[in-house]
């Protein structure tokens, strides 16, 4: 049988594995669909919730600075500990962080790894950071998170958002005692500014703090305006505004004030820029036929992800894409979780029906971006064929479970994942063949 040699890709991919089956979904994906193709060079970090425990949190720090030196990364859903895991307990002694010296204490400092103590049943335990909080406050930049969909008419909704700041920044405290908490700031010069959010009882309570810098959200602006243009897709920017009107206010000014930069630029391309209040957005966004961007903050974008994710379409298909504000360093990863419940069955030897598109678009969006920075011709055509295989194995009715719901409710069985993943490689070996065989030119 007639072989196509398989393509050489010259710089190295940054790959974040995750927990539970996206794991294991990540490695049928590359046996299958890349390995056989792709000459692949990967630098891969386990970020387990049990590697990150184990390292101390070493690993996360090491492969952000990989992504940051090789700018394109690939990254697994990771879970956190429970609070009914953790109580009374330590999951590693912290003596490292507060006796011995971070060799990479100049880039991160302790607050990436361990936060104030919070309260975990009777005992305490210093808090293991989110990877996907440690990677986006050091990278920066905007989080673009696209809802695929595979229905008749509909187009991707891609769902924008800031990288640091909001909750990603949050500081938060709990408060055992009567008090008073304020917020403030002070100046350079020492100018303070107080604002007294809450005098507290005897009963206590919890506070939370969160920022955004001006220099962030004109940044984030500029990616949503420019992808927009790049999409040919609208751009609608929601916020809180009479809720909130020096924190949101500003946002939608800055937002308001870039505009004017691209306004010509959108009339040509018949493009329109607006403003929605958040709820009137998302009830917009559940009952259109996509085709837009939805630019927010990171708190209703987080909200927002989980609402579309089952209303528009399935979190099967959606992926979550972290640019940088130079538009070099990428991160992808499928907008899913670990699929704890389908990784059980996995364990106990029954056959799982987890949908992998998100896995497979994200290696597709990761490879596509490692092929504009190589200028990799033959690559792009690869992440083209890969696409088109997902689309044509739909289109011909071969869906997972989860998507099968989302198309016509469930009206037949889905494929397993074994089977539907053996159904792309067989399309994808056909495609590749015939476009190679044609393109070796290239």
Known sequence: MKTIQKIKITNPIVEMEGDDLSKILSEKIKTQLLDPHLSLPLLTFDLSLASRVSTSDLVTK??????????????????????????????KDSVYFRDSVDPMGEIFNRRDVIGSDRSCGEGKIDFIKNPDVMIRGHVGGSVFTEFFSFLKGKKSIILGSLASGDEYGAVETYIPY?????????????????????????????????????????????????LAL??????????????????????????????????????????????????????????????????????????ALQVLGSGFGCLGTTIRVLIADDDKTLQVEPAHGT????????????????????????WCKALRHRAKLDDNPKLSVFCDLLEETCNEAVANGFVPNDLVLALDGGSRQGLSTDDFIQELQQILKHKVLLAFDKKSSL
């Open 62 to 91: 090491t492969a952000i600075l990989a992504l940051k030196q090789h700018s394109v990364g690939i990254k697994g859903p990771t879970k956190m500990p429970q609070r009914s895991v953790c109580a009374g307990s330590s999951f």
């Open 178 to 226: 009567p008090g008073k908490l304020d917020l403030i700031y002070t100046s350079e010069n020492g100018q303070k500014i107080i604002k007294e959010l809450n005098v507290f009882d005897s009963v206590g309570g919890v506070g939370l703090a969160t920022f955004n810098a001006n220099d962030s959200a004109k940044a984030f602006a500029h990616s949503c305006f420019r």
């Open 230 to 303: 790049k999409r040919s897709y609208p751009v609608y920017f929601s916020t809180k505004n009479p809720s909130l009107p020096d924190y949101d206010g500003k946002l939608r000014k800055i937002f308001d004030e870039v505009y004017i930069t691209y306004a010509e630029a959108f009339d040509r391309a018949g493009l329109s820029y607006s403003h929605k209040p958040t709820g009137s957005m998302m009830a917009f966004a559940l009952n259109c036929d996509g085709g837009f961007i939805w630019a927010t903050n990171s708190y209703d974008g987080d909200l």
């Open 339 to 362: 699929f704890r419940e389908n990784y059980v069955d996995h364990l106990m030897g029954k056959e799982t029906t987890t949908n992998p598109i998100a896995y497979v678009l994200s």
